[in-house]
């Protein structure tokens, strides 16, 4: 069995400043906080935290990332400070960077030098993706 410490997603291992705009109906809200990512028993999962300002609002997540049946596929388990909590697929290729539910998706590109992601979340609204937030992530350090 592949490892996700041998796939692609090792490009996430580390610990990334996040910077971005949350579109809402009245006004845009800045989003900065931290993203680390690391490997949890024996590499064969990605822990991903999440500790981020939405506004004046913070909100914490962790989430469970482990291979499906490809090195560029991965299920993701999800909780947050709200009491939410659930799942979504992701894609990472070459430098493409896919995720996925049924009401939320982003669509992001890492650089070359694997030191900076852009993307963008988007939300599900009556059968369309409308734009919800645009993303920066900076890697700071390269492990925990």
Known sequence: ?????ASNFSRLIGIW??????F?????????GIDTYEYILNGNYILHKADVKMGDERT???????????????????YN??????????????NVFKIKS?????????NDENTELIGKWFVKE??????????????QKESI
Do not use: P
């Not at 049924?102 to 890492?110: N, R, V, W």
């Open 24 to 32: 809402t109906k009245s006004d845009n809200v800045a989003l900065i």
């Open 60 to 78: 914490q997540t962790f989430e469970i990332f482990s291979l499906t049946n490809s090195k560029e596929r991965a299920k993701m388990q999800y």
């Open 102 to 110: 049924s009401i939320m998706k982003f669509e992001g590109k890492f």
């Open 81 to 94: 400070s709200k009491g939410e909590s659930g799942s979504m697929t992701s894609y990472l290729s070459k």
């Open 126 to 139: 009556s059968d369309k993706w409308i734009d919800f937030i645009d993303l920066k992530l900076k890697k």
């Open 17 to 22: 400043v996040t910077k971005g705009t949350i």
């Open 1 to 5: 069995m592949t490892t996700i410490e």
